[in-house]
């Protein structure tokens, strides 16, 4: 344990980081109060690309900014590409070295949407837009590279669809994986050796049934093999998440359900694992939540699951040296009683009447599983939270694995929260440690939209928004910015 106390004092607490003194740590792009005109995608060891909507070219142009800055969060170059205007961005993302863009026309009633794709390839600086008439959808809210293909998702009005837009061939189309209707999509999970995406789908059948299926196709979409998941007496799936280990070989992930309660609204048992190689299923293994081992797990016996309407969020599967981590985030609506006065003209007395009113979702508690290649747990942990409410359900909990140790992070407002395990053992307890600012005597006085990610190697990046007061003469008394801050694991 000695030798692991030098590293832990480089490594904690989170530090902003830069590789050499003049480099910035951070970036500011000033904005105007409670906007939010910058939009911001990773690159990995490329750097990170900020794009926003500049000035009006003419009647119906406009021109888009895409700023290219490296991993020392300077600016190496810039683009400036002429587009229809009245486009919003929908949705991003990248692969090696190539970053694509999803813009679609405002909503209006007598038109049909158009979409436009812009391309940036950071290697070669080249730019491109492209239209895809065909895509009307104004639902998307997924979208991946795959090879020369890009497959974007859309849910509305319970609706899923899958759409693959061939990049090569300029094509889109909408491939049709199963016969039912899809309920839910538990994850696109590519197999880049074989070049081909695994699909997991909870589907209804023509007699109103549902079941949970395997479905492999090409990186084109072409169906290869449907595997049903396996169903079992007394218990029900009802998530899954999906990672592959070995060649033809993988390991899913997800959430049950006891089948008595499966009708009970946002109950959860535990987390289960299935093996899957060469298109079989293996056998399950079944963990409690009850029984999970944490650092108070009396809380955990304590918080009937049963007696709170709790909604759970379940995230990726982590890899690291052959072990998969599973991280699943609980919550709970919060109400509060307000008296309303009614009016009535014929009684001199008025009355009042109790209504509940929606404060947001309280934060309960975060649990990370870690399990090797055949589903076996080899640790787990429970991690209580408290004081956080939040008006939207999102994903607070991320992890990152660091050779035989696990960090476990999470932002929240300006601060950064932290915690270090080695299997069982905390070896750093929870920390919290606030983002550093341009100037000295800043005050941040609130932030918005923030993210904090693993971007490459052992560094991440912090984005959102900021408003900063700042009383000394040497700087603008009010600001509102963009920022991102370049941290580091040392």
């Avoid at 197999?191 to 109103?208: E, F, M, P, S």
């Avoid at 033809?248 to 499966?262: E, F, L």
């Avoid at 309280?362 to 870690?370: D, E, F, Q």
């Amino acid at each position: 344990m000695k030798k692991l106390l030098p590293l832990l004092f480089l490594l904690l607490p989170i530090t902003v980081y830069s590789q050499n003194s003049n480099d910035p740590l951070r970036v500011e792009l000033e904005t105007a109060k409670d906007e939010n005109d910058y939009n911001c995608l990773l690159a990995e060891e490329q750097g990170v690309v900020v794009f926003y909507e500049g000035n009006p070219i003419g009647v119906d142009s406009v021109a888009w900014i895409l700023m290219h800055y490296d991993t020392n969060l300077k600016r190496v170059h810039s683009y400036r590409l002429p587009s229809p205007a009245n486009l919003n961005y929908v949705k991003g993302c990248y692969l090696k070295g190539r970053i694509f863009i999803l813009f679609q026309e405002k909503y209006q009633k007598k038109t049909t949407p158009k979409s436009y794709l812009f391309f940036l390839d950071l290697n070669r600086k080249e730019t491109e837009i492209r239209s895809i008439d065909e895509l009307s959808d104004l639902a998307i809210n997924y979208m991946q590279a795959f090879g020369d293909q890009l497959v974007m998702i859309s849910f509305e009005k319970e609706l899923y669809n899958i759409y693959r837009y061939d990049f090569s061939r300029h094509q889109l189309t909408k491939p049709q994986l199963t016969d039912g209707r899809i309920l839910s999509i538990e994850f696109c999970e590519a197999d880049t050796l074989y070049q081909k995406l695994y699909w997991g789908l909870i589907v209804a059948n023509a007699n109103k049934s549902s079941n949970m299926q395997l479905i492999e196709t090409t990186y084109r979409g072409d169906v290869i093999r449907k595997t049903p998941f396996p169903s079992y007496t007394g218990y029900y799936l009802n998530s899954s998440r999906f990672a592959v280990t070995d060649t033809a070989q993988a390991i899913i992930i997800g959430t049950y359900t006891d089948d008595h309660q499966r009708y009970t609204d946002n109950h959860y048992t535990g987390v289960y694992t299935l093996t899957f190689k060469n298109g079989v299923f293996g056998d399950p293994n079944y963990f409690t939540y009850a029984h999970i081992k944490s650092r108070d797990s009396s809380k955990v016996t304590k918080n009937r699951r049963d007696e709170q309407n709790l909604h759970e969020l379940i995230g990726p599967i982590f890899i690291n040296n052959g072990n998969y981590t599973f991280v699943s985030e609980v919550f709970y609506p919060e109400y509060a009683q307000q008296n309303t006065p009614t009016f009535d003209p014929y009684y001199r007395y008025n009355n009042t009447y109790a209504t509940a009113v929606f404060n947001g979702y309280r934060y309960v508690n975060a649990y990370i599983i870690t399990f090797d290649k055949n589903g076996e747990l080899l640790w787990d942990n429970y991690m209580p939270f408290s004081g956080i409410l939040t008006d939207r359900l999102t994903q607070r909990v991320s992890i990152y694995p660091f050779e035989d140790w696990t960090i476990i992070f999470y932002p929240f407002n300006n601060r950064i929260t932290y915690t270090l395990l080695a299997g069982y053992d905390v070896i750093e307890p929870l920390h919290t440690t606030p983002l550093v600012s341009n100037y000295r005597k800043d005050i941040i006085e609130y932030s918005r939209n923030n993210y904090f990610v693993h971007w490459y190697g052992n560094y991440f990046i912090a984005y959102g928004y900021q408003y900063i007061r700042n009383n000394s003469r040497e700087v603008k008394n009010k600001r509102y910015v963009f920022y991102m801050n370049k941290l580091g694991f040392k």
